[in-house]
């Protein structure tokens, strides 16, 4: 019977590991996601400023350069969340872990 004590007192540790591993893991997905998103949103909105300051625009040119840019913005924030990295498995971190 102790046997299976043991056996499981070190289940429940490596699950406890691969939970902490785990979180990492998507925080610094998350903090990825999002450090491509801000340069990819800079660069948009940098291009939109230069066309705005080298073009003289009348006030409809320079809104739809504004809705132009905040449409992309926003297409590269729902593309950056539907491609994100899936979570992997408990195989795959245990794997990682080891390899480590």
């Not at 785990?22 to 660069?43: D, E, F, G, K, N």
């Not at 950056?80 to 498995?89: D, S």
């Amino acid at each position: 019977m102790s046997g299976s004590t043991d056996r499981s007192g070190h289940t429940a540790a490596v699950r406890g590991a691969l939970g902490d591993v785990r979180s990492r893991w998507r925080t610094l997905a998350r903090l990825r996601l999002t450090a491509l998103v801000a340069a990819a949103t800079a660069v948009v909105w940098v291009v939109a400023w230069g066309i705005v300051e080298i073009l003289t625009l009348g006030a409809g040119a320079l809104a739809l350069v504004g809705a132009g840019a905040l449409a992309i913005t926003s297409a590269i924030c729902v593309v950056a969340i539907v491609r994100r990295e899936p979570v992997p498995g408990e195989r795959a971190l245990a794997r990682y872990i080891e390899e480590q």
